[in-house]
């Protein structure tokens, strides 16, 4: 039941802030500010040094935010994805499917969010019980792309990630996407320092994404 809330969390939300940051300090930083635009899905990503302590202490932060949901982000193996698990990561995001991070994740009802680009990739991860797909590259596709996945694939949750941005982040809602990964587009204010921006950011993808599903009803 909580790995089924958990990705209800993160489809209801529509968007998840991928974290890149130099230090623990920011990371934690750019969290805040995207939670506080409105966005409840944080996926903090394992490039980061310390990535595990900024995964609990964000954990420990929400802990009376109960739709705040803070993932693992570049898990790239099952050790990593295990680490990610203890540390309280609630969903695991890597750039690439892994059989042994998928029997891992299952282990302890974590959901899953593989990257991949083929049919058969995201077939093999459907059949290894992943149930949401990260379209990654997804500026390697574009929005159109996700029509011609779920005419073969009806049943596939796509999350395309790198190349949304909010010039395009409604089409790939209105073309079938559950929700979006941003980036860049999102968090790059704060390598001036400038969390208000980031906070605005999100408060703008959130509203076009709810518009697109408003739109969908």
């Known amino acids: 039941m909580k790995k089924l809330m958990i990705l209800s969390k993160l489809s209801e939300c529509g968007v998840i802030a ?12 750019i969290s805040d500010a995207c939670v506080k635009g409105g966005i409840t899905g944080i996926e903090i990503t394992f490039t980061i040094d310390g990535a595990e302590a900024i995964v609990k202490e964000l954990v420990s932060h929400y802990r009376t935010h109960p739709d705040v949901m803070i993932g693992a982000g570049t898990v790239l193996d099952e050790v990593t994805a295990r680490i990610a698990i203890l540390a309280g990561a609630q969903y695991i ?17 974590v959901p899953y969010l593989p990257g991949c680009m083929t049919i058969t990739e995201m077939k093999n991860a459907l059949e290894y019980g992943v149930d949401i797909i990260k379209l990654f590259p997804g500026n390697a596709f574009g929005p159109e792309f996700v029509k011609a996945l779920k ?37 790059s204010p704060a390598k001036t320092g400038d969390y208000g921006k980031i906070t605005e950011n999100a408060k703008l993808y959130i509203e076009k994404v709810q518009e697109a599903k408003e739109g969908l009803r």
């Open 18 to 29: 991928v974290v890149r940051a130099d230090s623990q300090e920011e990371a934690v930083k």
């Open 93 to 109: 995001v890597s750039p690439s499917f892994d059989k042994q991070t998928a029997k891992m994740c299952n282990l302890y009802q």
């Open 151 to 187: 005419a073969p694939l009806p049943q596939v949750n796509i999350m395309p990630t790198g190349g949304v941005s909010l010039d395009n982040v409604d089409q790939w809602i209105k073309n079938g996407c559950v929700a979006v990964g941003v980036g860049g587009n999102l968090v």
